[in-house]
């Protein structure tokens, strides 16, 4: 007995019409300013072995990950997000390309979602990826791209807001833990959630350190130019010092370009992705309760690969984007200018007539009907301002037609 022949499965979903529009015309303005900017697009296979989301510097948790094997029994996943199989690209096919390389792509990422968070296991996402510079610029051009996206996905109507983070804080304070690869895991994802009590408890069992006191304040450093000078008295290193001027100074640039009141600082913004080892963001849009676009530099991941070059980017949920722009949005149904009625034995004739409609620019449907009466009342629904009938009296320049109906 079949069950779900009619549903789809958890996590995935239908889009129809004006969806459909919308996620286009969202797509299409991210394709002209990536290639504004120079640069190129790629596409991935939606399959890829295991192995690739398995290196040491860009390890997916593989709970998340949809698996299957081929026809070898090698063990297969579907791509669960585009950044690792694009540094997989770059350094087989690209490793001999001139650097930096500028990507971008336009595909859809799979992987299992927590229950009950609404959250969709498939994803449309596109993205850039700046790969060989480890310069401030090629940071100011990653972020300040980020941010020409959300002001174009605001439509002026909605507002839009940049959080700016690095992920070299954490990982600075987590060298000082004797922590365990699954405490790790645990303190990071408790940071995420901004987890207090939870939090305080997992490092209370470890030894006591300036560097676990500096981690349970780590979900609380969040907010203006403040938060720099709260970071430094808690912990202060050489290293640390460092981090936090190069991300102040950033934060003081963007300020320029976004506005204070639009750009946060978030200390405690560890990204499930581990792969990021420095300036990381999060974008997002009102009516939208996560993020719409995430990324951040990356400059260890594709040394996994056998190509040891720096790299930054960020993708957007091209979904969600076009949730947000549906619920802000008037869209307007797809208008049709004409429709062609043949009377029988002049089809081919309207089929011609049709085409060179369509060639100045008019929609054009053919009219599936036995009679004139049907046609009018199908044109009347759906609002079709002209009916074209193709029969013995059309001539090329001036062919029977009722406005109006």
Known sequence: MRKYNKITPEGTKDFLFEEC???????QWLHGLFESKGYSEVTTPGLEFFDVFQSDAGYYPQERLYKMTDSKGRLLALRPESTMPIARVTATRLKNAPLPLRLYYNQSVYRFEPALKGRSDEVTQMGIELLGS??????VEMVTTA????????GGSVNYSLELGDAGVFKELMRELNATPEQRENIRYLIETKNYPALNDELDAMRDSKAAAALKKLPALFGGEEVFEKASQLYSNQRMDEILLDLQKLYQDLSKVIGEGRLTVDLG?????DYYTGVIIKGYLEGYGEEVLAGGRYNKLLSDFGYDIPATGFAVNVDAVS???LKNTTVAPRAVDALVYATEGY????????QKMRASGKVVEYAFFDSLDLVRAYAKERK???IVIVDENYFDESCPSEIGN
């Open 134 to 139: 480890a310069s401030y610029m090629a940071d």
């Open 323 to 325: 949730k947000v722009r």
């Open 21 to 27: 529009r919308v996620r286009r015309q969202v797509e």
């Open 347 to 354: 089809e081919m004739q309207a089929v011609t007539v049709s």
């Open 147 to 154: 941010i020409e996206a959300l002001v174009a996905y605001s």
């Open 269 to 273: 913004m560890v990204n499930n992705a």
């Open 384 to 386: 079709i301002g002209e």
